[in-house]
């Protein structure tokens, strides 16, 4: 073979490679008794998370309108990746950016906006008990006071679903030839939710999607409460998620997705986030129900973000109230477990 044909296709940007992301097996994690568990690694994105896709989405779609030009500030609310997704996008087409966030984000993934060049806004106010309202007011007014402003709007923009229907699931379904039964996926924005469920019955396919929810969301009508766990449930329904119909949704506790982070890197090796961790935490819950069953994991982004939060055992004792020896007797005696995970029907 010549070397001319070894070289691989040379991609154009950084923008280019988001997507096709890896589908792998997991064989240690959970046991579910002949059936097959895959995870969809979604920080293999170059952003570092499954929020590249609509970031690049939104923004495209605002410069083929025309709402976005030469100069166009684009101002968003975001718990951290969306933030960092959009950084990337607009330090690429040159776009000032700001992003407005609350105490809650993660210094690491403040900096890592920064290194992008967009503008940090900090709400350090609730707004009737929830930041999200907070945050969402914040942008009106930075709205009303920077001309041409464009605010992308993750929470309503179909653009957002769309991508992960074209994108995550499609990919999925192509990775496993249409043949699998089950789709868990985190829910915020509710996004990826929408764009999943959108694939599955414009498809036709079989397999059943099951939102995973924060305990303390308010999503499918849940009860408001604390919340420690970034990019998991919400304090306000997104327009995004008004009117959806799902057959299934588990609501996790901040403990289930820190013990399930910790166990899958002992277990795989694998480094995931705090809402992947309560992904993991729902399928082990339910894999009595999955013997037997193709079962995928959709997992947002990557545990790195997360080592001064759930894989530091100071803060898990702090905020959780779980010394690192009783973490770890979770971790690693399965029996012990006290899960969190329980149906609802919206």
């Not at 690694?41 to 989405?57: I, Q, T, V, Y």
């Not at 906006?113 to 350090?124: E, H, R, W």
């Not at 999955?290 to 100071?314: I, M, N, P, Q």
């Not at 905020?319 to 020896?325: H, K, M, R």
Request: aromatic residues 6%.
């Amino acid at each position: 073979m010549s070397s001319e044909k070894c070289l691989r296709k040379v991609d154009r940007g950084i923008l280019s490679v988001i997507g096709q992301t890896p589908l792998i097996e997991l064989d240690r994690h959970i046991d579910l008794a002949g059936g097959r568990l895959y995870a969809k690694l979604e920080a293999f994105n170059p952003g570092g998370s499954a929020k590249d896709r609509p970031a690049r989405a939104m923004i495209e779609s605002g410069i083929a309108k025309g709402l976005v030009r030469r100069g166009t500030t684009i101002i968003e609310s975001t718990s951290g990746n969306m933030g960092i997704g959009l950084a990337q996008v607009c330090r690429y087409y040159d776009l000032p950016l700001i992003c407005v966030v609350d105490p809650r984000t993660q210094p690491q993934n403040l900096a890592i906006m920064k290194a992008y060049g967009a503008q940090v806004d900090v709400v350090s106010t609730p707004l009737r008990g929830d930041y999200l309202r907070a945050r969402l007011a914040r942008v009106c007014h930075l709205l009303e006071t920077t001309t041409n402003s464009f605010w992308p709007n993750q929470y309503a923009n179909p653009e957002n679903p769309r991508a992960h229907r074209t994108g995550t699931i499609a990919e999925i379904d192509r990775q496993l030839q249409g043949d699998y039964d089950y789709v868990f996926v985190a829910v915020s924005s509710t996004g990826t939710l929408q764009g999943c469920q959108q694939f599955l019955q414009s498809r036709g396919r079989r397999a059943k999607l099951v939102a995973i929810d924060a305990v303390g969301s308010v999503l499918f009508g849940g009860t408001p409460g604390r919340r420690l766990i970034p990019g998991l449930g919400a304090g306000r329904v997104p327009p995004l998620a008004r009117g959806g119909v799902h057959s299934d949704v588990l609501r996790v506790s901040d403990i289930d997705c820190v013990v399930e982070c910790r166990r899958l890197a002992y277990r795989e090796a694998i480094l995931v986030g705090g809402s992947g961790g309560g992904v993991l935490s729902a399928i082990c819950a339910m894999r009595n129900q999955l013997a037997g069953k193709t079962v995928v994991a959709v997992l947002h982004d990557s545990g790195t973000r997360y080592l001064d939060t759930v894989f530091d055992d100071e803060w898990v004792e702090t905020n959780l109230g779980l010394t690192a020896e009783e973490l770890a007797s979770l971790v690693h005696n399965e029996k012990s477990v006290s899960m969190k995970a329980r149906r609802t029907c919206p």
